[in-house]
């Protein structure tokens, strides 16, 4: 029987099993990148994460719509209400059109998510495809009293959305006096009836970039406004999950709440999650500290930190490593751990098709049977408890154990019953792949060191050759032919087949 599924609610600060508002349908919204440049380990981490989720729930069999929105708008550089949108400064200093920083950027963004094998989502919406959704909601809040109009921007109206709603602050952990008694000398800050309001329509100012027209004036959406307004156009006013990175949870998600219990009276959101940071080794990971890699980097070998590449496999595998919660700290050292962990899980994946059971016989060896049993069962366990991918891999290699004990035969064939081996041939897969989304690119790995290795033959056999070492060449190229490798010379060099 497979585990009820509990989720870490931020909201709430514990686990609760997770029942969705209308199942098998779940409703699953996760913020996207800000695409003003190149998507940097930490967002990478975050998609990977809710990635997992998504696989999770479809394995379990509930049809979910994910939707992860694409920012190309309103999000300024303090992540506030002040300073310039970090996509129109981008294009500003590039002298190039703001759409043309967002599609370079989103291309980007897309092939990353391939290399690390992310799962599309169902909808992928960006915030200037739903200008009119925000209005919309814009004008419902300054409806419902809890927004107001200054010089051609619109402010949410804090301090008295929490004289009805007090749970503000509530997932941030944010005391909401703190924030009102707030005093900082701010842009706009006149235009505010209290410091901890915030923008959700503003004004452009002449030099801006990016503007539309608005009941309220010619300007822009508020950062935290287009997630309220596209979640609630494709997931409803009220839907299941919510996800980010941790530092989202103020002031971005905490606004989203208010801006849709402003516009629409309900909560919108069932469970928040969200993930932690990455670190690399030790300190945080930033571009002020210099220490920042970005994925591309680590791949190629190109960075100050890392002694060789990584593929992209062997770093999702070491970051399921970790539990999502908790804080991830990148090293040369682990990394290589993590190559190793990874080739070995692979290994297994490969030599499970090749094992042959004897037919429908009982187990010759019960307690065997019986650890495998266990392993399957707490491949569920461990994913149902708020998805530990730590526990489910050290599953996973004691199966991959069990895997290659029967392929050398250190287990005999029928040491399992048929029941328990039928189903170690379909869950062991299901997981590696399906599940934590890990492809074998091994494969490929393995082709290069062989085309490395016939380079490297080939030119001792013609070094061999150009001295006249008739006996030396025709030993290689009889030894190769031995192994179906057939060695052909002409006019324009050596060329090699293998029949």
């Known amino acids: 029987m497979k585990s009820q599924l509990t989720i870490f609610n931020t909201f709430s600060r514990q686990k609760e099993v997770f029942e969705p508002l209308n199942p098998p349908f779940v409703g699953m919204y996760v913020c996207g990148p800000t695409v003003y440049s190149d998507v940097h380990l930490g967002n990478c981490r975050t998609f990977i994460t809710f990635d997992l989720v998504y696989r999770y729930l479809l394995h379990l069999g509930y049809r979910v719509r994910y939707v992860r929105n694409i920012t190309d708008v309103g999000h300024l550089e303090s992540d506030a209400d002040e300073g310039e949108d970090k996509i129109g400064k981008k294009a500003r200093l590039e002298q190039v059109e703001p759409m043309e920083i967002v599609q370079r950027y989103t291309n980007g963004f897309r092939q990353v998510m391939q290399q690390f094998n992310v799962l599309p989502p169902s909808i992928e919406p960006t915030a200037t495809g739903h ?33 009805q709603y ?54 822009f959406p508020g950062w935290h406004l287009e997630c309220s307004a596209m979640s609630t156009k494709y997931l409803g006013e009220q839907f299941d999950l919510h996800g980010g990175g941790m530092d989202l949870q103020f002031p971005h998600h905490e606004n989203e709440i208010a801006q849709n219990v402003g516009c629409c009276g309900v909560a919108p959101v069932r469970y928040w999650m969200h993930g932690n940071m990455l670190t690399i080794t030790g300190q945080k990971m930033s571009k002020s500290l210099g220490n920042s890699i970005l994925p591309h980097e680590l791949f190629s070998g ?165 001295k006249k070492d008739w006996p030396t060449s025709d030993l290689i190229r009889n030894r190769l032919n031995s192994l179906h490798v057939v060695v052909k010379d002409g006019k324009d060099g050596t060329t090699w087949t293998v029949e």
Not at 141 to 155: P, R
């Open 166 to 219: 007090p749970h503000y602050g509530k997932l941030s952990g944010k005391v909401v006096d703190d924030l009102l008694q707030e005093t900082r000398d701010l842009k706009r800050q006149d235009e505010k009836n209290n410091p901890a309001d915030f923008a959700i329509w503003m004004k452009a100012s002449p030099e801006h970039l990016m503007r539309w027209k608005s009941p309220w004036s010619v300007g």
């Open 302 to 466: 190109e960075n100050k930190f890392m002694s060789q590449p990584y593929s992209p496999m062997t770093v999702r595998f070491f970051m399921l490593q970790t539990h999502y919660r908790s804080t991830l700290d990148f090293s040369d050292a682990a990394l290589l751990a993590a190559e190793k962990g990874y080739k070995r899980l692979m290994n297994a994946l490969q030599l499970l098709p090749e094992l042959q059971h004897p037919g429908n016989t009982p187990p010759q060896m019960p307690d065997e049977d019986a650890a495998v049993q266990a392993a399957c069962n707490a491949l569920y366990d461990h994913m149902s408890d708020d998805f530990n991918t730590a526990m489910v891999l050290a599953d996973l290699f004691e199966l991959s154990g069990k895997i290659n004990a029967l392929y050398n035969k250190q287990l005999p064939p029928d040491a399992l019953g048929l029941e328990t081996f039928n189903r170690l041939q379909s869950v062991f897969p299901a997981f590696v792949q399906d599940v934590l989304g890990l492809a074998d690119d091994t494969a490929a790995a393995n082709n290069q060191l062989s085309d490395g290795l016939m380079s490297l033959i080939l030119d001792i056999r013609a070094e061999a050759r150009a």
């Open 131 to 163: 200008l009119m959704e925000q209005i919309e909601m814009v004008q419902k809040i300054l409806d419902n009293g809890l927004a107001y109009e200054k010089n051609g921007s619109v402010y949410f109206d804090v301090a008295k959305f929490v004289q």
